[in-house]
């Protein structure tokens, strides 16, 4: 029996069933880590003593028959950007090494609730700020299905663990793409639930009108299973939302006989690779037989999508940013001789590149004499961006894409080139732009067997209806292996 | 030449809220440095601000008291710039849908009433406080003023010289503390001003450059400095020179402003709408709530003492421009029953005892209702006037209860006739010179002889009693 | 919009951030496509459009005026890189 290999439902199902102690659930996941990750670095750190330590206090509860959650004792992994108290959160940054935060994230908290147990942070681009999983300070993630390939970012560690079994689920954040892009890359489901459904509160900052918590799974039910526990109001967050309550069970059970489904006709235009574009029509035709009505409908503010998203979100990313200045915490320059050099010499031997590119560029559109023509203008994009979704959902339940326009890129080919990564967000950026909820899945294969996904999207706080049809879908197919399977065993 | 000044003002004032304005740290004034900070107000990776409901309440009490149109749909935006004392590296204020707007206070100045208008009202968060390092020559930063509630008030241009401006904050600062919003207690910074100041030829339409004088957080100092800017400025003019815009701080104890550095380093506040807070709506219902919990206001007030007690216009204005006199005042009337005697007391003996000791009316701590009995004892020819201002001198300093300071030191009045007049005696035997001047027809000596006899009498025997008694003895 | 190097340099100020020669070159051409880019959003009509900076209309969301204790201090100072007498220590500030 390898464990690893498991879903968390099934897991859980095991050590609920005390067939499976979680210590054992434990070791062999931290096996697993310390066998593969010298290879993938999707971690930045494990917290082992206190995972051990938890997993003996909720053992013996499960030993004295009290109910638990259905995840409970399951040993989750969270992107390092997620605060957890008195545990490291890097956010893959010089910044913030050896940063300890002193409070839990609202989601840590739930978690910890619903007796789960943290067992690592992971790696990811530096404050999530990248598509590729190469700008952490830590070193990039290598996508467990091809070592030469990028895993996708910014949750880059979040998708490639699961990917790879060094974890059973995993939190991401989703800013533009970066739960779903580096699920798409990586063959793992991922869901970026609607803005407001999961607390913000102790999700370091990238760009706080779009930044959302999300589960990354190794299918729909294990995802769904996450999102119910982290999803819900919370009172430390005034954007968080009250909504129905979300209850998992109601995602297997359901159908989508009926169901319409609009693709936009512009996310398969020009630019998307014939593979991913290959794969979204064949899942068409799979969910028409699984009863769904799709059709193409023309949503031409696509391609405004991108500017929109790159001006609002650098905008919040550098105020956002400013507060890491060398003086509370984190980096602080050892060459500064005075106030001015600690800011500016701490920042700029403390951020990388691509993080002081998007603050530059945040410090453009709202610069005075710029505000108006950028960020306000972005601001009425935004709206018509939304309200073109909402006119879509008069006439569909579910909207289809592609994630992204190719599979998983080969390492440094948009590093030097950062405009053309910023176009790879193409098809995510509107859905944070919207603030809908989007979950990705596993929907094909390329030539050169690596994943490709696509995205389900949904009406506000409409995640059941997108889990629902992802999940039938994944029951159809077959789409939902790991790069263990294909090639004989992970290297 | 003659010259006009031109004065508006950005008032800062701290909320008496209990919690700071985005946590719920307390407000509390002083404490160990950085006790009264969490994660929230230090700025810490990953934390959400979240409104206080009464910051809101308390600002638009602050709006409707001063005559403003209420922002039914306003909400917060990010004002960016590094100091150390702003922990997050930008405050959290209100720049494009502010709270109030478009209000006024009235003054009474040398010209007759007068308008200043209030351009707007908005909320944000206190920073924190810097402290000079001697030992290191380094700064210390401590961040338990962070996150507490601010209202910042921005006049018009309207005033043209320090009293006036004077006149406004005094206005202002009543109007705060009737309305309980702050304590405006300037020594701790809770009301401070920035004075923007220009002054132009008379008759001469546009206004002159302006300058700004930050943070002034006392009377004195904000009328000396006034007063010197506009004399800097007018020389200048004079001169032929030219006003530079810019930023001045004012040193009190060199009764002279300078330059602050102007900063080589790019200046843009970058303000765009702060996404972490959710507008807020202020419905009918609400503001129809705060008007009917709205209390007497120091205009209103004002008037209603001047025709419902016959008080002078210029005392019910030095009562009612300090609600601390208006509570001691109210409490003396509701006892002694008589508004003219208890504004007579507070007016002269109050404000003498206030002036020798330096003291604040908002620092009065002596138990409000014994001017009214005191009044009460002295109307009734209990105690002499002499021994009521004795006695309201030890309940100034020293909180006494009045009717067992005057028991336990036998303060009461000598009803005595016979004991009066043997003391009289006495003193006429020890003053046989002026008894003498007086038969001889000196009328002076009387008085002197009387004075004589109260004293022997400790003032506590009635004067008319005194003088019937000698004018018997001396036939 | 043309990047001129007027604009990076005073983009660096605001940012407090300061690069190298190379970088700065670099950076220049970077926003210089990335703001060419950018530009195409001026093709989109926007008359009349209210800008929206949240996504939904939430309104009104409070905290009690009530007081909590703080965090302890320690904790408070912990990641702080220099601190003397329970403050966060910095060069001097210079009025």
Not at chain 1, 172 to 200: A, E, M
Not at chain 2, 374 to 386: A, M, N, P, W
């Amino acid at each position: 029996m390898d464990i690893c290999k498991m879903t968390a439902l099934e897991l859980a199902g095991k050590i609920h069933s005390k067939e499976i102690m979680i210590k054992d659930a434990l070791d062999a996941v931290y096996k697993n880590i310390d066998k593969f990750d010298a290879e993938y670095n999707c971690y930045i750190s494990t917290c082992r003593e206190p995972a051990y330590r938890r997993a003996v206090e909720i053992q013996a509860r499960i030993d004295a028959g009290e109910i638990i959650s259905a995840l409970a004792g399951v040993p989750v992994s969270v992107k390092d950007n997620i605060c957890t108290k008195d545990i490291e959160t890097t956010c893959a940054s010089l910044m913030l090494k050896n940063f300890k935060p002193i409070y839990s994230a609202s989601v840590i908290d739930k978690m910890e609730a619903a007796d789960m147990i943290l067992i690592g942070k992971l790696n990811m681009d530096e404050f999530a700020m990248g598509s590729t999983s190469e700008t952490s300070y830590f070193g990039e993630i290598s996508n467990p299905w091809d070592k030469g390939r990028v895993p996708g970012g910014s949750s880059g560690g979040a998708a490639a663990s699961v990917s790879a079994q060094e974890a059973f689920l995993s939190l991401g954040s989703d800013t533009g793409g970066s739960i779903r892009q580096p699920c798409s890359f990586c063959g793992v489901t991922g869901l970026k639930p609607t803005y407001g459904s999961v607390s913000r509160y102790g999700l370091i900052a990238y760009a706080s009108s779009l930044d959302q918590i999300g589960p990354i799974a190794k299918d729909v039910a294990d995802c769904a299973a996450l999102f119910e526990i982290i999803s819900g109001k919370d009172a430390k967050d005034g954007t968080s939302m009250d909504f129905p309550k979300f209850e998992y069970p109601n995602v297997t059970n359901g159908s989508i006989k009926g169901k319409k489904i609009g693709i936009p006709a512009d996310y398969l235009g020009r630019g998307i690779s014939c593979d991913v574009k290959d794969a979204i029509l064949n899942a068409k035709r799979e969910l028409e037989n699984l009863g769904a009505i799709v059709e193409e409908f023309a949503m031409p503010i696509v391609k405004y999508a991108i500017p929109a998203y790159y001006i609002i979100a650098c905008a919040e990313a550098c105020s956002n940013l400013s507060r890491y200045d060398g003086i509370k915490y984190g980096y602080s320059s050892p060459l500064a001789e005075n106030l001015k050099d600690t800011y500016i010499k701490s920042r700029s031997e403390g951020l990388g590149m691509e993080v002081k590119r998007r603050i530059m560029l945040g410090n453009f559109v709202l610069s005075s004499g710029y505000y108006d023509s950028y960020y306000k203008k972005a601001l009425m994009a935004k709206k018509l961006i939304q309200q073109s979704f909402f006119d879509a959902f008069t006439k569909y339940d579910i909207l289809l894409g592609p994630v992204a326009p190719t599979t998983a890129l080969k390492k440094g080919e948009s590093l030097s080139d950062p405009l053309k990564m910023y176009l790879g967000d193409i098809y995510t950026v509107m859905i944070n732009i919207a603030g809908l909820p989007a979950v990705s899945v596993p929907c094909g294969f390329d030539k050169d067997n690596l994943p490709i996904g696509m995205q389900l999207i949904g009406k506000p706080f409409d995640e059941t209806t997108i889990l629902q049809a992802a999940y039938v879908f994944q029951k159809a197919t077959d789409f939902l292996k790991s790069p263990a399977d294909l090639q004989g065993g992970l290297s | 030449m003659n010259y006009e000044i031109t004065i508006g003002l950005e008032v800062h004032t701290e909320l008496s809220t209990k919690s700071k304005i985005f946590c719920n740290c307390t407000t509390l004034f002083g404490g160990e440095p950085n006790t009264h900070v969490c994660e929230i107000c230090s700025g810490m990776p990953g934390t959400l601000p979240l409104l206080n409901q009464t910051v809101v309440e308390y600002a638009v009490k602050t709006g409707l008291a001063t005559n403003c149109s209420i922002t039914r749909y306003n909400k917060f935006d990010r004002k960016n710039y590094f100091y150390p004392d702003l922990p997050k590296a930008y405050q959290i204020s209100q720049l494009y849908l502010p709270v109030c707007r478009n209000g006024y206070v009235e003054i009474d100045s040398d010209a007759g009433k007068k308008k200043v208008r209030i351009h707007e009202i908005h909320m944000e968060e206190d920073a924190g406080k810097l402290i000079h390092d001697p030992w290191e020559d380094c700064t210390l930063v401590d961040y338990n003023r962070c996150g507490v509630p601010l209202l910042e008030i921005v006049s018009e241009p309207d005033m043209s010289s320090a009293q006036e401006v004077i006149d406004y904050l005094e206005k202002l600062r009543a109007i705060l503390q009737y309305t309980g919003v702050s304590d405006c207690k300037m020594q701790e910074g809770s009301l401070r001003a920035d004075i923007n100041l220009s002054v132009r030829p008379a008759g001469q339409k546009e206004l002159g450059t302006r300058t700004e004088m930050k943070n002034m957080n006392s009377f004195k100092a904000i009328t000396r400095a006034i007063e010197s800017e506009s004399k800097r400025q007018i020389e200048l003019l004079e001169e032929g020179k030219e006003v530079v815009q810019q930023t001045r701080r004012w040193d009190d104890n060199k009764g002279t402003s300078y330059s602050m550095r102007s900063k080589e380093d790019a200046h843009d506040y970058k303000y765009f709408p702060e996404p972490d807070l959710p507008p807020i709506e202020i419905s009918d219902a609400q503001i129809d709530e705060i008007k009917s919990s709205m209390p007497e206001l120091p205009q209103n007030k004002k008037l209603r003492y001047i025709s419902e007690f016959g008080l002078p216009q210029y005392d019910t204005g030095i009562i009612t421009n300090s609600i601390h006199l208006v509570y001691l005042f109210e409490e003396t009337v509701k006892i002694c029953k008589n508004p003219k005697i208890a504004a007579n007391w507070i007016m002269v003996e109050l404000m003498k005892l206030l002036n020798d000791s330096g003291t604040l009316p908002e620092n009065i701590n002596f138990n409000h209702s014994s001017l009214g009995k005191i009044i009460v004892i002295l109307e009734q020819g209990k105690i002499t006037r002499e021994t009521a201002k004795k006695v309201f001198g030890e309940v100034f300093y020293n909180d006494v209860d009045p009717d067992t300071y005057i028991k336990d030191n036998n303060l009461s009045v000598m009803t005595d006739s016979l004991a009066i007049r043997t003391a009289i005696e006495d003193v006429l035997t020890q003053n046989e010179k002026s008894v003498n001047e007086y038969k001889g027809g000196k009328t002076q000596a009387f008085q002197y002889l009387i004075g004589q006899s109260m004293r022997a009498l400790k003032g506590q025997a009635q004067a008319q009693e005194v003088t019937k008694i000698l004018k018997d003895i001396l036939g | 919009m043309q990047i001129g190097s007027d604009l990076v340099n005073y983009l660096e100020a605001l940012a407090r951030i300061e690069l190298t020669d190379t970088q700065r070159e670099k950076c220049k051409s970077d926003l210089q496509d990335i703001l060419s880019y950018i530009d195409t959003l001026n093709e989109l009509d926007t008359s009349g459009v209210e800008p929206l900076s949240h996504s939904f209309p939430v309104t009104n969301v409070f905290h009690e005026d009530c007081v909590q204790e703080s965090k302890d201090r320690d904790g408070l100072l912990l990641n702080a890189p220099f601190k003397k007498d329970g403050c966060f220590k910095v060069p001097k500030t210079v009025e």
